[in-house]
């Protein structure tokens, strides 16, 4: 066991060498018994950005996060926290804070009481008067002024998330954790919260390490996102690279929804690449890096890439229209291909109007531009 | 058939129950209170206050139980909240049945062959022997009030142990993870958020030891030997053997008046400890 070592020590250094990297995860795997809850995880965060673990349950997102805030020890590996090997120090002595799940706000303290928790952990002990300050202002940046002599009980849900994150932020931890903290809000509260986030984490400029199953919340959230599959992490990048630049069918698939073909790699060249799908039919995209000739792949279209016309083009798919739905600005068809299956299209409001949309049962032709096409290894 | 009828019918069971079992006795040891002994023992009719003028008679008895009743309250509650506590937050959960089972199982045998065993433990081949063997001599046990309370505690210990534990096992383990990443260390999360908010529980398991522990009497019969006595055993003396049921109602009444003032000011103070609704179960 690495020694213990008090974080107080740590930060009271010189900050001559602040560096760019708040916190790192080295090659760090935790197993539970025989369950690899998270494999070989290299990510560095950086100092005031907002990051996002993003995947489906159970992928070990909650897990990393854990061993962040130190509940949980790697099985190997190493957690850095600015720039120090953090493996054996408990969460008590980190100076990182959470957001919980499930608030976990203590039920026998009040409002203000809650919050002011961690200050009052300080040693040596903070005066009674800044503890009240600090509080007060915590609450004034949640909106929950003239909320602190409330019971936790007495909060709505949204409230209670606000007291949630005030807690945490309170005391300007290095690193705020935050495990699905809007998933038990409904969905026009949670809209409100995620632009709330947003701009706290401006406003304060802390690191933020959001935990989400969510890819909407993710993309819209995040300076970067951390896409996890199986206790892997599968890509890092900005939502835009995620979203344009997928470099497997899973990323493509989870982030945004996009269309799949399916077929032979049949020829890789300048950064271009042409599948053969089963019946023949050739089609062409940007090739994803490592991607290699004569391996079975997909290519991946977005639904808003493809056009939509009356006519026949050169390299056109004919397909049949099979379902509408109008989402106010945009128009949702789901058209059916001979081979191909069914895809999905987008079209904006204005192409419609000069077209006057597609009715269920018509054929319509579908093109798009090679380079908005991506062809993936199959994974 | 209305509301309020059916809520009538429901509570007409426990209500004839309440009326047969608890008002009417309680009247009749009122009424006795204020009467005299026959010339053979018994009850005769009278309006007297003879009765209680009397009392500091039976002095002892009370003093005894109103010290050793809270004591071993006491010394059952610092027993208990350690073990309650291994079992509810440390311990696997696999296991947590089988020692719930194994604090009870005592119980599956009667107090009074359980008390017996004490008297031989305690008793001057037992533990004084032991302790004689490593030249400790003179240590008397049996027939003290560290007897006494030493029965009372082990008699009552699962009555402690139980509230303790369900409040305890009901406590988010969250709320000791939150409190560790705000900072507390463990001590201090126990003292800020696992302590209060297992106060309930204890709050029940001393009220439900307390109230058992003012009516005992036979663990200080046993193990008190007639020199340590409760007010139960004046009780058992005044009705059985002398015969005396006069004296005996009011020596009754007067601890059930006690025991109704006690209560209700610990009610009081423990509502005032307890600020959290979330934990507004078992009282
Ligand atoms: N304390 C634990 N004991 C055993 N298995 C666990 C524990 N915590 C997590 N796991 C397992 O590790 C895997 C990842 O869990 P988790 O990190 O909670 O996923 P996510 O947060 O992405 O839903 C799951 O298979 C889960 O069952
Ligand atoms: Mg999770």
């Known amino acids: 066991m690495a020694p213990k070592a008090s974080f107080a020590q740590y930060a009271a250094r010189p900050q001559a060498g602040v560096s760019a990297t708040v916190a790192e995860l080295r090659s760090v795997s935790k ?70 799940q499930s608030y976990a706000l203590f039920p026998h303290l009040t409002v203000a009481d809650n919050i002011g928790y961690g200050l009052r952990q300080r040693r040596p002990r903070l005066p009674r008067q800044e503890i009240a300050e600090k509080v007060g202002r915590a609450l004034e ?57 947003q701009d706290l984490q401006r406003q304060l400029g802390i690191t933020f390490v959001l935990v989400t199953h969510d ?93 939509m016309t009356r006519a026949p083009e050169p390299e056109s798919q004919a397909v049949t229209v099979h379902n509408r739905i109008f989402l106010g600005e945009h128009t949702e068809y789901l058209v059916r291909h001979e081979t191909l299956g069914n895809i999905n299209v987008l079209t904006p409001r204005q192409a419609e109007q000069a077209d006057r949309g597609f009715e269920t049962g018509e054929t319509a032709h579908l093109a798009w531009s090679d380079a908005a096409a991506l062809v993936l290894k199959n994974d | 058939m209305t509301r309020q009828e059916r809520n009538w019918l ?32 018994g009850y005769v009719p ?40 291994q079992l509810a937050v440390r311990t696997d959960p696999k296991w947590k049945t089988i020692l719930l089972v194994l604090v009870i199982v005592p119980f599956w045998t009667s107090i009074l062959i359980r008390s017996y065993a004490w008297i031989f433990i305690l008793g001057g081949r037992g533990l004084p022997a032991l302790l004689e063997a490593i030249g400790i001599e003179g240590v008397r046990l049996i027939y003290t009030p560290l007897a006494v309370t030493i029965g009372i505690v082990y008699g009552y210990l699962p ?38 908010l297992s106060i309930p529980g204890v709050a029940t398991g ?40 006069a004296f005996g109602s009011a020596v009754a009444f007067t601890l059930i008046v006690i025991m109704l003032v006690t209560v209700t000011i610990y009610m009081r103070l423990i509502a005032r400890l307890r600020l959290g609704r979330d934990d507004a179960q078992i009282m």
């Not at chain 1, 940046?141 to 949630?164: K, N, P, T, Y």
């Not at chain 1, 896409?227 to 989870?254: C, K, T, W």
């Not at chain 2, 047969?20 to 053979?40: D, Q």
Request: glycine share 10%.
């Open chain 1, 31 to 100: 197993s539970f018994g025989d369950v690899l809850a998270a494999q070989d995880l290299n990510l560095g965060i950086a100092r005031g950005e907002f990051l996002s673990f993003l995947g489906p349950s159970g992928c070990g997102k909650t897990t990393a996060l854990r061993m962040l805030a130190g509940f949980e020890a790697p099985s190997s590996g190493e957690v850095l926290i600015d720039g120090q090997v953090v493996n054996a120090l408990e969460p008590f002595r980190r100076p990182v804070n959470m957001v919980f």
């Open chain 1, 141 to 197: 940046i949640v909106r929950l002024s003239g909320f602190d002599r409330r019971r936790i009980w007495e909060m709505s849900g949204g409230q209670q998330q606000r007291v949630a994150l005030a807690r945490a932020i309170v005391n300007e931890p290095k690193l705020l954790l935050l495990d699905e903290p809007l998933a038990a809000l409904d969905r026009k509260l949670r809209k409100e919260m995620q632009i709330e986030l």
């Open chain 1, 215 to 307: 890819q909407e919340e993710a993309l819209s959230l995040s300076d970067r996102i951390c896409v996890m599959r199986a206790g892997r992490i599968v890509q890092v990048g900005s939502p835009q690279e995620l979203y344009d630049h997928p470099n497997s069918r899973y990323v493509a698939d989870f982030v945004g929804t996009s269309n799949f073909f399916e077929g032979r790699v049949d020829a890789v060249e300048g950064g271009r690449a042409r599948l053969v799908t089963a019946s023949g039919l050739t089609l062409a995209g940007r090739a994803s890096a490592g991607l290699a000739a004569g391996t079975t792949g997909c290519l991946s279209i977005r639904p808003e890439q493809i056009r």
């Open chain 2, 10 to 41: 429901l509570v007409a069971p426990a209500g004839a129950w309440f009326l047969v079992m608890l008002v009417l006795p309680l009247s009749v040891v009122l009424v006795f209170s204020f009467g005299e002994r026959g010339p053979a023992g």
């Open chain 2, 46 to 85: 009278a309006f007297t206050l003879e009765q209680y003028a009397n009392l500091p008679a039976r002095l002892t008895a009370f003093k005894n139980t109103l010290i050793l009743a809270p004591l071993g309250t006491l010394a059952a509650l610092l027993i208990a909240y350690p073990l309650a506590y």
């Open chain 2, 159 to 196: 009555l402690m142990v139980f509230p303790i534990y369900v409040a305890l096992d009901r406590l988010d383990k969250r709320l000791l993870e939150a409190s560790s990443d705000l900072g507390a260390r463990p001590f201090r999360t126990f003292l800020q958020v696992t302590l209060p």
């Open chain 2, 206 to 245: 001393c009220l439900l030891v307390f109230i058992l522990l003012m009516g005992e009497f036979l663990i200080p019969a046993l193990l008190g030997g007639g020199k340590v006595f409760f007010v139960g055993n004046a009780l058992v003396d005044l009705f059985l053997q002398s015969r005396n049921w």
